[in-house]
């Protein structure tokens, strides 16, 4: 659970029983288009609804269930969770994709759009229904923070009347999930996204990456420093790109072959490019360059995640490396997970949590919000596993910037 001075900080895993006692006090909120998200029923049984996924975003976290509806709670200050307004959601609440206009469900309503996938920063969000169409919401940008964080190519705001050239000027906020219709119109559908900062990037179907929002740190990996306003391709991966993961200012893409692609703000080592003893503020690299360590030569990479000011990734044979946080600028293995094949890692704000084969989670890093489950607040420096599973295996995790979620089954 997220930790501050006004909420209490968990810092053991705490169970939610069963998907209908959570949603038990869930409410709709209604969609751009005055649709209720769930047909204005809220109580009704959902018998044999499981949850599929559950995704932490920076300061919020999303729940996406068995039959495509996905429901946020958290922070929501910029509006980034699309429920209509940028005020606390203290309880799940479903979020109101468009509906189909040509496709109606037995009772004659237009059917209900499924979310597959969802990404939650600060200030946006994004999420990916199961057609491929992208939609974002929240914080349109600004002077200070960059324009076109959404991708709908809005520069300021309709309320704003100067201009931004004047240095007040706003983009454009959204509350409401809203279709990013420039990648609709170049025949792009969404495989997967990821929300940082202040830029958003798109891994298409075809492999293709693309980043909108600020430019600056050189984070949307087209040479410059210019702010994009619409979704626009990372002319060096154009093709042939797996996966992709988005840190506070920078990203990383893996590319079908096993190679680590590395762009943006570098002040920390989060690259993992490595610049001799020591990187400065303003380290950044403009154009995606791949990360060639001398410990992954010959390893084929198959799992990147990205946190706040660091980075992790898993080799084919299952070893854990992690790089950035000021500690280390190129890819070190966890030596204490050598003999441990691991499927899965997460990275938050400098901690890590990482699954092996059986479905044991490890956690180590910072421990001051209690997220490394551990009961206690901690810092670890060496992976610990977390005993609160014992008898449970982790089939699927998540880490925001202070707070972190699992799914877990019987072992």
Known sequence: MQGSSSVTKIDVPTRIDNVHSLLSSAVDVEG??????????????????????????????????????CWVCGENRQGQLGVGHAQPVTRPTRVALPRYNDDNDNDGNRREKEVAQVSLGHQMGAYVDADGDLYTCGFGGSVMSGFGLLGHGDTVAASTTTAAADGTGTGASVYAPKLVE????????????????????????????????????????????????????????TAGVAEIAGGK????????DGVVYGWGRNHKGQLGTGLGLAVDMYAMQAIPEPIEADELLGRRVVKIAAGAGHAACITQGGELFYWGMSLYLEPVRVAELLHTKIVDVVCGLDYTLAVDEEGRMYSFGNGGTGVLGQGSIKNLNQPAVMEAFEGKRVVQVSAGWKHAACLVEDA
């Open 32 to 69: 751009e288009d005055g649709t209720s998200g769930a047909g204005g029923d809220v109580d009704r049984d959902r018998g044999g609804t499981t949850i599929r996924q559950i995704v932490c975003g920076a300061t919020d976290t999303a729940i996406i269930l068995s039959d495509g509806s």
């Open 182 to 237: 420039s990648i609709v119109e170049d025949g792009c559908y969404a495989k997967q996204v990821a929300v940082s900062e202040s830029h958003i990037t798109c891994l298409t179907t075809e492999g293709e990456v693309l980043t909108t929002g600020s430019g600056s740190y050189g984070r949307l990996g087209n040479f410059d420093t210019v702010d994009q306003l619409y979704f626009e391709p990372v002319e060096i991966l």
């Open 249 to 256: 200012s920078f990203t990383l893409a893996l590319s079908s």
